[in-house]
């Protein structure tokens, strides 16, 4: 510990002298107490510059020459450099002046610096998803309006879809008969058990997490454009407006050859922190934000990952183990590739999007559409003014019991 503070006592005489490139080398070497029985020879073999130098016995000399005039300018140094032909007698040499005078003197004196610690800034993981999530709700003009400049946000035309939890029906029993033996091969049915409005939903499955799997683990399937994305970015700002939790965006199409949890800690994280290149702390704070139990893992599209992987069910379940089982996880599939090996993921509550209600939804949604566009609302404004009984009717269907 001492060597090391009088290695930094050196280093801030030096800063304060200017000494740099070899003088310093030899101010570190000859005024350091571990070498002051050494010979300069010994010290000369430890500077590279000198000891390539055509005369560095006497390259050494000068620069400790020009050292010790740096001091014997300083008023409290008591250093006086004498012109004198020839070697000064051992012992008396000036640059053991200068060695009695910084330890017994300056060195008892000296405080190091205090180091400044600055404060390491919090990610603000709410406000970046936000961002993110603001862009990616951003509905683009259709051609239809284009010419009449129309833009519209999504929070004007969302119209939400019913859901239902499905539940295969028991249809065998232990003996069938070769006359129903077709009956085997029919395609599977469902049936109703609880309706839900959208903010029961939200609130009881999502929040609460009122389901077979509390809540953690949600598949949200059904038929391409049936809604599935719009209904994952509602489920993305619910949970940004009312919970403490973090939902963490994957297009699950972007992965390519990665794992999720390589993806997530490079691609995803370098785009919402707008890094470069990310770093060993911001990597340590998205690990810190699993293992606190904040994330909500919105996986968009398992079936697009099918380019990749033949079996792309199972190599979620394979992959929202470790770290990333600590996150509630809600993904989105087409029906076929949900249907084509389920079970991969049977921890996980099943819902299917239903198609708009004719005439209720249908009607609003068209309303909504080529209604004259308001402002955006800003957060915290009503989103759902009073309106007409037609208006009212979106509800969520689900229904329960195991598959």
Known sequence: MEQSRERDFLEAIAKQYGFTGTRKAVFLLRLDPQNEKLGNQ????QIENLKNSNNPAQNFQDHLQSICQAFSDCENCPVVLEKKRGRQPKGEEPWRKVFAWLWDEKYPQWQPEPEINTPKTEINWHEICQKQATQRQKITTNSLTFKDGIKHNREQLYVPLGLVERKKQERRSDEVSAEKGSQMYAPETYEVTQTYAQKRFFEEVIQQGKSKSTGKRLAVIGEPGAGKTTLLQEVEQWVLDRTDLIPVWVSLASLGEKTLEDYLLNNWLKEVRELIQVTPEDIEALKQLFEDKKVWLLLDGADEMSAQSQNVLKDIASQINGRLASAKVILTCRLNVWDGDKNALDAFDTYRT??????????????????????????????NPPQPPLKRQGRFVLKFGDR
């Not at 010994?42 to 073999?45: A, G």
Request: no cysteine; hydrophobic share 35%.
């Open 42 to 45: 010994h010290l000369i073999n």
């Open 354 to 383: 239903l198609q708009f209600s004719y005439p209720e939804q249908v009607h609003l949604f068209i309303e909504n559409w080529f209604d004259p566009p308001q402002p955006p609302l800003k957060r915290g404004e009503n989103l």
